[in-house]
């Protein structure tokens, strides 16, 4: 990986080359952001840094995940029961050479283990351990990149914790994590943290002028929705038909919610729009989530009279969009966007989606109802 693949994050690209060439590398770092803002490609950038800097003729062996002393651990579900993560290496070297941006739910689709819970478990760490124990093949350090370390579990964790306190001589350890609520303190403090932010608008919005052929308008578009994530705009880039199946869920969801108060019967083709929504995949639920969200804020814009930002309207099926727009203001907005958080955030930890979804929805025809 390229430092000039990686989109934006010049300043923080600029900060880690830095520290490399002033020989200021911590031998444990966490790299903390969504995958979709670039925390992993920074990692191979950085690693591939190091050991280009040793080795100028390493490049290659590590843009193609394949130098005998850069090393990765992610999640994985125990095959045949085994934990370690070389038995989906291979799968997982495709995935990361196709896109380096790829999340969880991704992972999750390409080892079709979608009911299934992936983790780094304890052999994981004990191989490690193996591994580093060893002389480096070529003699200069060797390296760790541990992809979404918050998902070890708890055996794991506590013995990668000693691995962490006691690492062989030369080498290097980068963690990514998309949060840290759910790491060991002790492994937390032990490393150099690195805030990964969403990618900024411009830069977003400049890298797809250089790399891909639409049209201003929708380019402008994909940067609104996208809300920093490269790996969600990659998806929006292709998902014209989705866009399309989330613009008439949303219409049926809002007329729904704007019966519910005169007539208590549109209750109940809320709860079957629920269930329907939760028979998706949870990356569809969560990009319909983000869909959601932004449709608010931008009604929120038009009622405000600052049309010059709506980007987008919704107007197929007869829908009203100034009309609609008309219900959502300072009083009822910001629990709208609260609301579709927590919804967000219940999908995250694999909450029960028929229940989420339901919830939403009835709480929704409650809020458009409330007066400026």
Not at 236 to 248: H, I, P, R
Not at 291 to 317: D, P, T
């Amino acid at each position: 990986m390229n430092w000039e693949q990686i989109v934006g994050h010049q300043e923080l690209k600029n900060l880690l080359k830095d520290s490399i060439s002033n020989n200021r590398v911590s031998h444990a770092q966490l790299f903390v952001g969504k995958d979709g803002y670039g925390t992993l490609p920074l990692a191979m950038a950085f690693a591939k840094e190091i050991l280009r800097k040793e080795n100028e003729h390493s490049s290659p062996k590590v843009d193609h995940l394949n130098h005998l002393d850069l090393h990765f651990s992610f999640p994985v579900f125990k095959a045949n029961k085994s934990g370690l993560t070389a038995q989906f290496f291979d799968e997982f070297r495709e995935m990361m050479l196709e896109n380096p941006y790829s999340n969880n739910e991704d992972w999750s689709t390409i080892l079709e283990s979608e009911n299934k819970q992936l983790s780094i478990y304890v052999e994981e760490i004990d191989e490690i351990n193996k591994k580093f124990a060893l002389k480096s093949f070529e003699g200069g350090s060797k390296i760790l990149i541990v992809w979404q370390a918050d998902k070890m579990n708890t055996d794991a964790a506590n013995k990668f914790l000693k691995f962490l306190e006691e690492p062989p001589k030369n080498t290097y350890i980068i963690l990514t994590a998309s949060n840290t609520d759910f790491m060991l303190p002790t492994i937390i403090s032990r490393t150099q943290i690195v805030e990964i932010p969403s990618i900024k608008e411009d830069d977003l919005d400049q890298f797809l002028q250089n790399n891909k052929e639409i049209s201003t308008d929708r380019r402008r578009e994909i940067v609104f929705q996208a809300q920093g994530n490269w790996n969600t705009a990659q998806k929006l880039l292709q998902s014209e038909n989705t866009d399309s199946e989330f613009e008439d869920q949303f219409i049926m969801w809002v007329r729904e919610a704007f019966q519910v108060k005169k007539k208590p019967e549109f209750l109940k083709n809320i709860v079957l729009w629920g269930r329907r929504i939760s028979l998706w995949n949870k990356e569809k639920q969560m990009n319909f989530l983000e869909y959601c969200a932004e449709m608010f804020r931008l009604a929120l814009l038009q009622n405000y009279g600052n049309e010059s930002l709506v980007y987008k309207k919704i107007e197929a099926g007869g829908f009203k969009w100034e009309s609609f727009s008309k219900f959502i203001h300072g009083a009822n907005i910001e629990a709208i966007l609260e609301e579709i958080s927590t919804a967000n955030y219940h999908l995250e930890r694999n909450g029960n989606t028929k229940i989420i979804w339901t919830d939403l929805g009835i709480k929704l025809s409650r809020y458009l109802h409330k007066k400026p």
